[in-house]
């Protein structure tokens, strides 16, 4: 699946929330693969390919979802996709 790509990073409380867990959940209902990562400084990290129309549902799900009220800032960029992903999972 090459297509684009979606590079989120999400600010607010989103470590310690269950946040990478529910992101994965979320995924499984898209046709998209990708990763999801704390990252060092308090954010995390979404990387998500495939169709454009799928990952923009998939990003309004995770912003409608439980999640949506620890975030406080999504800084997000659109990409092409590299097809590198073959599933969607968490990562470190």
Known sequence: MQGARLHIFYSGRVQGVGFRYTCRRIAMGFEVTGVVRN???G???LIAEGRREELEAFRGAILESEL???IRREDANWEEGSGEFTGFSIVS
Request: net charge negative; glycine share 12%.
């Open 43 to 45: 954010r995390v990290e």
């Open 39 to 41: 990252c060092y400084d």
């Open 68 to 70: 949506g009220s620890f």
